[in-house]
DNA sequence: TTTTGTCTACCTATCGATAGGTAGCTATAT
DNA sequence: ATATAGCTACCTATCGATAGGTAGACAAAA
């Protein structure tokens, strides 16, 4: 999928509010406000927030995966730090949370559609940490509990490191996974 | 602190709907219609949306830590087993997520005494977990990571396990901590 | 001339919150 | 015993703000 630029600017200004406090923090008005639209022009763009909601979620996903590049690029090691890292400059340099963090936190209240695509960042992701790990000599299962073990330990270690206040304890947290 | 029957009967209501979608997901007048009052009736009991929030917080944490009981009563294994199966019992009889994880998530755009109770969860409940892995042995700080590190996972397994909709990878996940 | 993107103007529903009132209980003072 | 006063727990009615969403006009570009 590929977006207009005013499309990629709601996106963009979607994103952040969602990932700061989830699926209702972010409105048709406050995105129209901050990029110089009117809201009528955000739904021309995305008909409803579901549509939204699950274009948000799509995108993050795609973005992740892209910046993390193949699972086979470098060594096994390597990219299990690199995957560490990705979560760790969200939350220290960009300041935001993980948005299908956020939204897996409240996907019971979610429509649909955002319910699929949070539930998809989570299946692909584990399919890549999955391979890394089966690179490693693990089985197919294993490797698949330890891939999950690994991002629920990173979502976790964002959620104390920001109610804390405290940027030193998501490494403390995860010192020995990367 | 101690709540009159109506009282109690709003949290319960809060809690149920916060724990379900976080801190924008209870309303007034939905916890009214559900408790057979009107939302004005609501105010009576709680005067604003973040006192009634930030007393959801207080009332978690203090049960939460309740149920636990004193961090010495029994062998230090057995104590973390009981943890971690207080939060199994939460997401999988209960259907439902801990009420800080989700607040945690959403905190910086929380009222301020909604943030500072739940802050207080995560520090109290490091508290409880660094006593069990000090009886283990093990110096204040390391011990205060570990117990991080261990509430990490499981609120992270919370939000894989019910994003995917798949209680066993919860326990697939905590393999290993109980 | 059709499509694209934006606008104005509006809608209904809901939000948190407040004002003002009432029924019933209780405690004190006469 | 009775009147007075205060408290508790609710009510009706309403407020301004904001939510998501829609209809239709309009200008520019294809």
């Known amino acids: 999928m590929t977006y207009s630029e005013t499309a990629s600017r709601i996106l963009d200004s979607a994103e952040r509010m969602a990932r700061q406090g989830g699926y209702n923090s972010f409105s048709f008005r406050e995105i129209a406000a901050e ?104 089985g197919a299962e294993e490797a698949e509990t330890k891939a999950a073990r690994m991002i629920a330990a990173l979502e976790g270690a964002m959620i104390l490191s920001r109610s804390l206040q405290d940027d030193t304890l998501f490494d403390r947290i995860i010192e020995g996974y990367s």
Chains 1, 2 share one sequence.
């Open 35 to 138: 990029i110089g639209i009117k809201s009528a022009s955000v739904h021309y763009h995305f008909a409803n927030k579901e549509i939204l909601g699950a274009a948000l979620a799509e995108r993050y996903t795609n973005r992740f995966l892209a910046a993390l590049g193949e699972p086979a690029d470098e060594g096994a090691d390597e990219m299990l730090r690199r995957y560490a890292a990705s979560y760790r400059k969200a939350l220290i340099e960009d300041g935001q949370m993980c948005l299908c963090g956020m939204f897996g936190a409240e996907i019971r209240d979610l429509p649909d559609p955002v319910a699929r695509q949070t539930r998809a960042f989570f299946v692909r992701n584990i399919q890549w940490l999955g391979q890394i790990f089966q690179a490693k000599g693990l």
